[in-house]
């Protein structure tokens, strides 16, 4: 047994760029230059004229295929900067770039939309359409609270965000004249195994795909993209191995990117604090395709609205419009952190009406009691939650003037369908698969300890194989804080079912006598009841030297259920953190009018740097969930956390209510005068 986290420090990681097949192509990607035009000629390369398919929805966020479906390569009309046009081969990555010159391409530009609310009212961008209008859905019922003594409303805006992962995307694929074997960086193999397939129209049976050890996601690596089909294309054309791995230019322009969510929010509150209604109508900015998250975030997002508070009326208005920007996808947390940050801004803003605390306005909204939402949200007893947050982080014990936020959540865990497992037992080790990918997160360590927990054999008797479709048939993947808890609660099932089977066939368990014999089991464990975990930030705010605002600490205090490795949580949550600051203060993938984006570079899209992170202090409250390993997800909870604590520590800093991420710097620089000052 080895630790994976261990072997990849050492730098000893076997990603897709380290894959060399014999006479193995590079592929290089002929892009549009354009944020919307139309294609007159395309001359040169594997281009749609040979390729003519279609993108398939799959993996997280997987639409019913309604809507505008994204060609694997344009035909007609290019509609965001970057999207793939041809392909060219290569036999290195060299001649491959030099080839993209032999492609012909002629372009008729056209005006794009890139505004979300200019989307709404302009002509649609795909012929044939009648509007730009993705998806629009009601929740909840309307309501009449006109004369209620407090009314709040305000327009709250989550621009976009690229993923940035730290190895970007990647496929190697090999057809060998009876099978296409695939090797990935991904999130779930299955997922990509029923993309190509469908984009294809491949036999399952003649398709293999293998995770490689993959450098991170964020949920960028779920679904599949069109140069994975392409790559598939051209080694069944070619008969020979074709790699492709995407440059980070090429992540920024073309990866899915997360968040672009705006929200006009209304709560109605009596005089004591208690809210007696919200209304919100949100917009999302859905990118010029369906495959991808608009689809589903208006009503994912609206669904989480109203967060973990008893507000007993709720009537959201939500709707996903196309633009001109590469698709929307899912991002660290897919539509919880917009959620979180909606409503916390607005209790915020609710405290400063009343003048009151805003901790005591989130505990007079709190029960002691399991509820359902108007909008169909079970929330678990939040209150006793909330008062052991309250102690745990502190706030009581600031100073008076210190610049503190406070934040609050509900995780709702992608738990449904569930997830499958396999254990095999042969020569006297013992192996797993799961159903979803790591991409960094040490799922090797919690699998070896529930099955060692289980089976009572010794951890350094237990592999975790790499995600396999050929040795695990089906399988969901890692998003959605999903792993820990359905993935562990179908190993402790499939560890049980093995145990139960030996008892029978030896009369009495041992695990001596275990490994004497073979056992292979798969299961796939169903998940249909929801699940949630809460969650409490505290961040405090300050002038660095230069006057600008920098974050002093973060703490966390999240209910993990039981904790199966405290050393990846505390990670997990610090990365969260991360991510979470930069959404707030310095990353965006921003476009200009004409669709260009200028975010093109690592340096211009706002990563944080380790200079300007702040402490960060993670504690965990441990009640067990109902599953029978006691787990709950965490995994997205700092980027549903972080923002809104971090903005309201910063709002008491420089005396300005903050509606945007990332803020605008001229809120957070005391005396900015403009670029030039």
């Known amino acids: 047994m080895e630790d994976t986290s261990k072997r990849l420090v050492e730098g000893r990681g076997q990603f897709v760029n380290d894959l060399h097949l014999p006479d193995m192509l590079q592929m290089a990607i002929v892009r549009s230059p354009y944020g919307r035009a139309k294609i007159l000629k395309v001359k040169g390369g594997i281009n749609s004229s040979e390729l003519k398919a279609s993108l ?18 344009a035909s007609g009309y290019v509609n965001y900067v970057g999207q793939p046009v041809a392909a060219v081969l290569g036999k290195d990555l060299y001649e491959a770039v030099d080839r993209m010159d032999e492609v012909e391409v002629d372009y008729e530009p056209l005006k794009p939309i890139v505004d979300p609310e ?79 397939c469908e984009s294809l129209n491949l036999d399952p049976v003649s398709v293999r795909v293998v995770q490689m050890d993959t450098g991170g996601a964020f949920g960028s690596k779920g679904g599949i993209y069109p140069e994975y089909v392409v790559a598939c294309y051209a080694s069944m054309k070619t008969r020979r191995p074709v790699k492709w791995i995407e440059s980070r230019t090429e992540h920024l322009m073309a990866t899915h990117q997360g968040r672009g969510a705006r929200a006009r929010m209304k ?41 973990p508070y008893a507000i007993p009326n709720a009537f959201v208005d939500a709707t996903a419009v196309y633009t001109n920007k590469v698709p929307l996808g899912p991002y660290r947390g897919a539509g919880r952190p917009e959620a979180a940050m909606f409503i916390e801004r607005m209790m915020d803003l609710l405290a400063d009406e009343l003048k009151m605390d805003p901790v005591e ?4 909204n709190a029960k002691p009691e399991a509820f359902v939402s108007p909008l169909g949200l079970r929330i678990d007893p939040f209150k006793p939650f909330l008062e052991s947050a309250v102690r745990e982080l502190g706030y009581y014990d600031r100073r008076e003037g210190e610049s503190v936020g406070f934040s609050c959540f509900v995780l709702l865990p992608a738990a449904q369908p569930g997830e499958s497992a396999r254990i095999a037992i042969k020569d006297g080790k013992v192996k797993v698969w799961m159903g979803g990918s790591a991409q960094g997160q040490g799922h090797d360590v919690f699998a070896r300890i529930l099955v060692s927990e289980e089976l009572g054999v010794d951890q350094g008797l237990i592999e975790v194989g790499m995600a396999d479709t050929d040795e695990l048939d089906e399988g969901v993947g890692t998003w959605g804080s999903r792993t820990a808890v359905v993935g562990g609660a179908a190993l402790v099932e499939a560890a049980r079912k093995i145990k139960h089977e030996a008892t029978a066939k030896m009369g009495a368990y041992s ?63 610090m990365g969260g953190t991360a991510q979470g600051i930069g959404q707030v203060l310095t990353e965006e993938a921003k476009y200009d009018q004409d669709g ?24 965990l409250a441990n009640v067990p969930s109902s599953l029978p390993h006691g787990a709950k997800g965490v995994g997205e909870s700092a980027t549903m956390g972080i923002p809104p604590a971090a903005i309201r520590a910063i709002e008491k800093l420089v005396g300005k209510r903050l509606r945007e991420t990332p803020i605008p710097i001229e809120s957070i620089t005391v005396g900015y005068q403009g670029e030039n000052c």
């Not at 994912?300 to 967060?307: A, D, E, R, V």
């Not at 306005?361 to 007079?364: Q, T």
């Open 56 to 73: 398939a929805s799959v993996g997280e966020g997987a639409s019913d295929g309604s809507g505008a479906g994204q060609p694997v390569l």
């Open 511 to 573: 695990a001596a006598e275990l490994l004497k014999h073979e056992f292979d089991i798969t299961i796939f464990r169903s998940q249909k009841e929801s699940l949630n975990a809460f969650g409490a930030n505290l961040v405090t705010a300050r002038l660095d030297e230069s006057g600008r605002v920098a974050l002093k600490e973060c703490i966390a205090y999240y209910d993990v259920g039981r904790p199966l490795n405290i050393s990846m949580i505390e990670s997990q949550v």
């Open 596 to 619: 260009q984006l200028l975010t093109a570079t690592i340096a211009d899209a706002g990563i944080l740097n380790a200079s300007t992170m702040p402490r960060v202090v993670v504690k």
């Open 267 to 307: 709560l109605h509150a009596d005089s004591s604090g208690r809210i007696l209604g919200l209304k919100a109508e949100l917009l999302i900015d859905a990118g010029a395709y369906a495959p991808g998250m608009g689809m589903w975030a208006p009503r994912w997002i609206g669904f989480q609205i109203t967060g």
């Open 118 to 196: 200019q989307a709404l009212v302009s002509p649609p961008i795909h012929p044939g359409t009648s509007s730009n209008i993705l998806a629009s859905f009601r929740l909840g019922k309307e309501f009449n609270l006109q004369d209620s003594p407090v009314t709040v409303e305000d327009t709250l805006l989550n621009r976009r965000i690229s993923p940035n992962p730290l190895e970007p995307r990647g496929i190697v694929a090999h057809y060998d004249g009876s099978r296409l074997n695939v090797w990935a960086s991904t999130q779930s193999v299955h997922a990509w195994k029923e993309g190509l």
């Open 361 to 364: 306005v989130r505990m007079r």
